[in-house]
């Protein structure tokens, strides 16, 4: 009968890696930042895109009357926005999101939208208008005021993960 051996993976096999420059010199980085810069007007569609879907999708939670199945596709577009919205140019965009899946990605979360929408329906209108206003960060001192109101509607509901 053969003898097994107990191999740990934290010392048998360890490949080291040098990282000593960093991966991306600083001439990549201007570069990314030109293509970025380049494609502004073509962020702009897509950020304007991506709110009409989330619209689309509110209004068929309200007609499901905000069912946990209907709040997962307002989720799923909400999660696009938190991670896009600052490649978009639109930070504001991007916390704004990032409140609306805090306040809807946990059950209890879910339970409470479906008994009251307003919050939920606040952080996508607050969406709307801030893409359509062009107020794309808290130093817009209405982004700011937005944006505290809506995190602190969803601190004090007790329902975001920690």
């Known amino acids: 009968m053969a003898k097994a051996e107990m191999i740990n993976p934290r010392e048998q096999g360890l490949r080291t890696i040098e990282l000593k420059k960093p991966i991306f010199d600083a001439g990549a980085v201007a570069r990314a930042d030109q293509a970025l810069e380049a494609m502004g007007d073509e962020l702009q569609v897509w950020l304007d895109a991506d709110i009409e879907r989330l619209q689309a999708a509110r209004v068929r939670a309200d007609q499901a009357r905000?069912?946990?199945?209907?709040?997962?596709?307002?989720?799923?577009?909400?999660?696009?926005?938190?991670?896009?919205?600052?490649?978009?140019?639109?930070?504001?965009?991007?916390?704004?999101?990032?409140?609306?899946c805090r306040l809807i990605e946990t059950d209890a979360g879910k339970a409470l939208a479906q008994r009251d929408p307003a919050l939920a329906r606040a952080h996508i209108d607050a969406l709307r208008a801030s893409v359509r206003d062009g107020i794309r960060s808290t130093d817009h001192p209405v982004g700011r005021a937005v944006l505290q109101a809506l995190e602190t509607g969803v601190a004090e509901l007790g329902v975001a993960p920690r």
């Open 66 to 100: 905000w069912t946990p199945l209907a709040q997962e596709d307002v989720y799923a577009i909400a999660h696009d926005l938190k991670g896009l919205g600052a490649t978009y140019g639109s930070v504001l965009s991007t916390q704004i999101a990032a409140s609306l």
